[in-house]
């Protein structure tokens, strides 16, 4: 399923938009480019670092990496340069940028502050493009790929530990007590504290990334979404007495009541596209 929204009144409604979600970064980049004019272009991105040369096959005059992840650097050739600062605070001056850019780092941002410090730093009528998962909007939640056990790597794709909706349908000691029925203790403990205590996500479902744009003061041009599952969940056979059943309605509805304001399940992927007003 992809859906768009009307900034007017927030309604979702049926538009073909799957073709744009969902896309390797290869494509995100293809369509930031045919989206922006990035020759001569001054670029901020959240998060990541694509390649220099890349940069320069599309004629970019300045691409600044903001990761606090990455060591602070400038490439040799002086169009790339990492900042190793959050999103929250940009160390760039005001409308100093054509264009901030974003692959997949969004959900790991605070969201409210990284927007105003986006429309901070864009030019008027500087575009935001991002592409990115709203994680605890969706079913895999969790993300389990930031878990490391036993010296090795957890991925969510591979690793499907968790039944469906875990960070939303279990207590911490609920989900320690159904994991330990299919994994070791060490394994169960480590992924509920990533689960229930992890500062990796930011924890905000699609609808707090709809009123942050909202709230930035940035004019509203394109948000697609798409609630497609790429890969199976096929967790371990956990004790069933202590597996609760899914039911998506009730679960939203349950949320909803607890963040007192209406909350869709199901969103993975988000396609948001924003402009600076030229005044």
């Known amino acids: 399923m992809s859906t768009s929204l009307s900034p007017e009144s927030g309604a979702a409604t049926s538009t073909p938009f799957i073709g744009r979600l969902a896309m390797s970064e290869e494509e995100v980049f293809a369509d930031f480019a045919a989206r922006v004019p990035l020759a001569g272009a001054v670029v901020a991105e959240i ?17 600044y990496s903001v990761d606090p992840n990455r060591a602070a650097q ?40 990284s927007l105003l410090q986006a429309a901070r730093v864009l030019r008027p009528g500087g575009v935001l493009y991002a592409h990115f998962g709203p994680i605890w909007s969706a079913v895999d939640g969790h993300q389990l790929e930031y878990v490391r056990y036993q010296g090795r790597d957890l991925t969510f794709w591979d690793d499907t530990l968790l039944p469906p909706w875990s960070h939303l349908l279990y207590t911490r000691e609920e989900l ?16 509920v504290g990533h689960v229930h205590d992890s500062t990796t996500v930011n924890r905000a479902f699609f609808e707090d990334y709809v009123a942050a744009a909202l709230a930035s003061g940035l004019d509203w041009i394109e948000v697609a979404t798409s609630d ?21 309605a009730a679960l939203a509805a349950e949320v909803s009541a607890r963040r007192g304001a209406p909350t869709r399940l199901g969103v993975r992927d988000v396609l948001m596209v924003l402009r600076k007003p030229n005044y």
């Not at 320690?176 to 992924?191: C, F």
């Not at 497609?228 to 998506?248: G, Q, S």
């Open 47 to 63: 998060g990541g670092a694509f390649p220099v040369a890349l940069l320069h096959e599309h004629g970019v005059a300045r691409w």
């Open 176 to 191: 320690r007590a159904l994991l330990r029925t299919g994994v070791e203790d060490g394994l169960a403990d480590a992924v």
């Open 74 to 113: 400038t490439d040799p050739s002086g169009v790339r340069e990492v900042l190793a600062a959050g999103a929250e605070d940009m160390p760039l001056p005001d409308a100093s940028v054509d264009a901030v850019f974003s692959c997949n780092a969004l959900q790991f941002v605070d969201i409210g502050p």
């Open 228 to 248: 497609h599952l790429d890969y199976e969940i096929a967790p371990p056979a956990y004790d069933a007495a202590l597996t609760r059943p899914v039911d998506l």
